[in-house]
């Protein structure tokens, strides 16, 4: 039953995504970026609903109180593709820094840069963390959105060592703007480069903001251990509802086909 609803789950998660590109995001390329970004809140709630009905995957973020007004930096923890559209219900004109190749993307791309998203290359290095600090500086400081950045820069497994990139460090640096860290463990029920779904409540957690001005090193060791405390804490409390529910989060598909066979 797991391995046919996650199936299930994943056609209809990405055929959805197809009708909201074609149906509502194509006529909002005419119109302001506010109306594409409210496409993008309908498209991320309408696939959170079929994560729930159809997987029994619900969701539960706490901690809005946090969030402090005007621009600032949200560093995520990243585990899964769950958190890149589940926090854009959350903050009310984010922007992503993300890769280049995305935007060549027919449509889907063209979405991204009507929303003003921050491409990377991310073979450049030093000049492409130049060019993103300095698109970042004019949509945060003059615009007032929230940069939703990955200190991590890929999805990592629940449990996995911590592997921090300092870009993160830099541009709090660089922007003068307070840092919001978001922990989460969305790995144990959406794993990466898996298609299973497992039932249950994905938890991801916004923590009071790191306040501007702290030295890079200082504000890097910080935002991780801030980041890293309260995920081992959700992830213990995930794994312990799973093992309730006689769930393994580190069985694989065929794990499971031979535990029904």
Known sequence: ?????????????????????????????LLPKRMLLAVAVAWAHSALWLMKVVAGTEYE???????????????????SFLETFALVTVFHDPVFILKRELTWIPLFGW?????????????GKARALAQVT???????????RQLLIFPEGTRRAPGAP???????????????LPCVPVALNSGLYWPRRKFLRRPGIIRIEILPPIAPGLDKAVFHALLQERIETTSDR???????????LGLDPLATTADIRRQQS
């Open 1 to 29: 039953m797991l391995v046919l609803r996650s199936l299930l789950f994943n056609v209809l998660f990405y055929l959805n995504l197809v009708v909201w590109l074609i149906v509502a995001a194509m006529p909002a390329l």
């Open 61 to 79: 973020i706490v901690g809005r109180e946090n969030i402090p007004s005007g621009g600032m930096i949200v560093a995520a923890k990243h585990q």
């Open 111 to 123: 979405c991204l840069i009507k929303m003003r998203m921050i491409p990377v290359d991310r073979g």
């Open 134 to 144: 300095k698109r970042a500086k004019t949509e945060l400081r003059e615009n007032g």
């Open 162 to 176: 911590p592997a921090y990139k300092f870009g993160v460090a830099h541009i709090y640096g660089e922007l003068g």
């Open 234 to 244: 959700l992830l213990a409390l995930g794994r312990a509802e799973l093992a309730a």
